[in-house]
Structure formats: structure tokens, C-alpha cells
């Protein structure tokens, strides 16, 4: 059965971090990329970044360049997203999602999702 499981999300304030875990399972991981998505209330799902399996990243918006970092550890098949300098806008839920091939900032062309978990960045 394949899986993937966000951990790590919760309330931060505004300028804080947040690490989160992408876990997966049922699949062979190292013939997918990874990407991070997001969904705030109203607003459509949205790339956040992607890796491959060589670890080549694909960033898909400027105001988390240098604010979020990607990483992937292909021996506990698991992925994590480093967020510093956290702002009340990237309050949403967050979710992992992978696919074959290349980083895709289309939240379509992902055949796997997580379950999301929730950011809030808030004072």
C-alpha cells in the first residue's frame, strides 16, 4: 500500500521555523521525485519545491527561495522541508506528493499524495 505521511506542521510564530518530515512507503522511492505543496484556505494548491533522487531541487516561488530548503535521505525513504523566517503567509496545509521523472511544479501530474499537515504561522 503506498503511502505518504506529513509530519512536523503545527502554530509558529512569526519568524520561527518549522521542519517538516515527508515518510514514504509501498512504492520504490528512489524512482520519484518529491515535491512540497501547498494550500491556504481559498487559494489553489501551489508548489513549494521538489527534489529528485540525485538530489537536484526545483524551487517553484520566489519568496521561499532562501527561506526553504529541501532535503531527501533515499536510505529511510523520507524527504524533509526546512522553513526559517516563517510569515503569516505560508500559513496552510502542507503536503507531499510524488511522481516519476522530472520535478513538475503540477500539482496533476503527482500520482501520490499525503494527507497534508497543518502550518500556521501566527502571533
Not at 526553504?68 to 496552510?92: C, W, Y
Amino acid at each position: 500500500q503506498v503511502q505518504l505521511v506529513e509530519s512536523g506542521g503545527g502554530l509558529v510564530q512569526p519568524g520561527g521555523s518549522l521542519r517538516l518530515s515527508c515518510a514514504a512507503s509501498g512504492f520504490t522511492f528512489n524512482d520519484y521525485v518529491i515535491g512540497w505543496f501547498r494550500q491556504a484556505p481559498g487559494k489553489e494548491r501551489e508548489g513549494v519545491l521538489c527534489i529528485t533522487r540525485r538530489n537536484n531541487i526545483a524551487a517553484f516561488v520566489d519568496s521561499m527561495k532562501g527561506r526553504f530548503t529541501i532535503s531527501r535521505d533515499g536510505a529511510k525513504n523520507m524527504v524533509h522541508l526546512q522553513m526559517n523566517s516563517l510569515e503569516p503567509e505560508d500559513t496552510a496545509v502542507y503536503y507531499c506528493a510524488a511522481r516519476k521523472y522530472d520535478c513538475s511544479n503540477y500539482a496533476w501530474e503527482y500520482v501520490y499524495w499525503g494527507q497534508g499537515t497543518q502550518v500556521t504561522v501566527s502571533s
